[in-house]
């Protein structure tokens, strides 16, 4: 089953390069110790993509991305691009892609390692033992609203920018699903953010979320709170919330909040899903949520972990392989207990290797869980 697998890799600009040949590693050990294979095909996005195709997302990239069972990207942007016009921008590949495959809810799990704990700027009894996983919708709200743009001010004289905060019960309904059905897998509560209190959308999240609630979910724990609270509970006592459910921009913001509560980007993946189809397949993009860290690319420097637990999301949520996913985050957890460290979460005391020996220590761990 898992043979006929279909997986585009996007290994994108910067270090989202060295950090997928640790992943493709990964993916041999499994052919080999775990007789596991995948229709693996790879293309370039973002700023390699322009340079490669004039493009920042060739339209057969974009067909291909369609037809395969997930994708797994890098990351996108640097330097090297910025002055380029807007919609050629790295980041715009990495835009269409969500937005032309439906990716409508973004899971941006927030997870302090034990081994890493002391990294957080929060106190350790404050971040010790945290797993919340924070879902975004991500295709629809202020980033996407029309009408959008900037214009000249007919009336005050000078320009006015305009945006559009705008949203409708699917939209709502569909993501507030997602992440009650994540929460029954989870510890049971959904914390439903939004700002029912001055905006008309608000209120319609908050009703339609509650709909949702009260018809399908009645056994999961289900509050609201405004968005503005939930910044300040995220650092005040963040292991109060399980699942946080919220738009687009407030999504943003909170799911970087949450991210820092752990000390390291370089540690963090994200999915990305679509609606599922008769079948229950659904189309599903991965990444670690760093950037492309161009002043790092080409160093050995980069930590590949992010990129690797992005893959073991991927294994879990598009490919129903919970244990070998289960196994590749021990592998992690067991790489850290050890004392193995990248730059970006050197401790005193610890080992500082480069992204290379991260990846071989990982597949020496992988092949102990195996044994």
């Known amino acids: 089953m898992a043979g006929n697998k279909k997986l585009l890799i996007l290994p994108g600009d910067g270090i989202g390069r060295e950090c997928m040949v640790e992943v493709r590693r990964v993916i041999d050990w499994m052919d080999k110790r775990r007789h596991v294979s995948f229709d693996i095909q790879e293309d370039d996005v973002g700023g390699a993509a322009y340079d490669r195709y004039g493009t920042p997302l060739h339209d057969n990239t974009m067909a291909d991305a369609m037809g395969v069972d997930a994708v797994l990207l890098g990351a996108v942007g640097g330097p090297k691009w910025e002055t380029l016009p807007f919609d050629m921008q790295p980041e715009r590949g990495l835009l ?8 409508f809810a973004n899971l941006r799990p927030a997870i302090v390692f034990d081994a890493l704990a002391e ?6 009894e404050i971040v010790q033992g ?6 975004r919708e991500l295709t629809s709200g202020m980033y996407f609203g029309q009408p959008r743009g900037v214009e000249d001010d007919p009336e005050g004289g000078g320009r006015v920018g305009i945006n559009t905060h705008r949203y409708t019960t699917n939209e709502i309904r569909r993501v507030v699903r997602i992440a ?19 905006m008309e959308a608000g209120v319609l999240w908050r009703e339609e979320a509650e709909h949702v609630h009260k018809t399908e979910f009645p056994n999961v724990e289900f509050e609201n709170m405004y968005a503005d609270n939930a910044a300040m509970q995220l650092v005040r006592n963040p292991k109060q919330f399980d699942v946080i459910v919220t738009d687009n921009l407030f ?11 752990t000390g390291s980007l370089g540690m963090l993946p994200s999915a990305s899903l679509g609606e599922a189809d008769e079948s229950g397949r659904r189309r599903a993009m991965f990444e670690p949520v760093h950037g492309s860290a161009p002043d790092i690319a080409g160093t050995g420097a980069a930590n590949p972990l992010a990129t690797l637990l992005s893959y073991a999301m991927c294994l879990r949520y598009s490919f129903d392989m919970g244990e070998d996913a289960d196994m590749i985050e021990q592998a992690v957890k067991n790489v850290l207990d ?24 990982l597949i020496g761990e992988l092949d102990k869980l195996a044994a």
Request: proline share 1%.
């Open 96 to 103: 269409r892609l969500r937005k032309e495959m439906d990716l």
């Open 119 to 124: 990294a957080s700027t929060l106190k350790l």
């Open 130 to 135: 945290l797993d919340i996983m924070i879902v």
């Open 180 to 198: 009650c059905e994540l929460a029954e897998k989870r510890n049971n509560k959904v914390t439903s953010c939004e700002k029912a209190n001055v």
């Open 251 to 261: 999504g943003d913001i909170l799911s970087d909040e949450a991210s820092m509560c």
């Open 338 to 361: 050890g004392g193995m460290r990248t730059a970006d979460i050197m401790q005193p005391g610890k080992a500082k290797v480069s992204t290379e020996v991260m990846g071989e220590t």
